[in-house]
């Protein structure tokens, strides 16, 4: 009788050090699972900084289909565009 209580207590001693090594230091460790939680928290901040270019995009594209002054500025800045009786004037940016 008390050679099989050795062997239980015996089986239930390593058992629970194979569990607490795999808790600790297995692959689905509690770090593994603390660096999991970093990188999702990680990714929710770059993917809140994406909603919030596609929402100024969002509003660009709005703003051009429904305003001429937008589609005008565009032309202006970005194309270099001018009406004839105008001069246009670029400046140079040094790179020091």
């Known amino acids: 009788m008390i050679r099989i209580s050795n062997l239980i207590l015996i089986f ?12 600790f230091f297995g692959n689905n460790s509690l770090s593994y699972k603390t660096n999991l939680v970093q990188e999702n928290n990680l990714q929710h901040i770059k993917n809140d900084k994406l909603k919030l270019k596609n929402d100024i995009l969002i509003f660009e594209i709005e703003n051009a289909q429904n305003s001429d002054e937008h589609i005008e500025n565009f032309a202006r800045e970005r194309l270099g565009l001018s009406y004839p009786d105008e001069e246009f004037i670029k400046f140079e940016e040094n790179e020091e």
């Open 12 to 23: 239930l001693i390593l058992s629970s050090l194979t569990l607490g090594y795999s808790i």
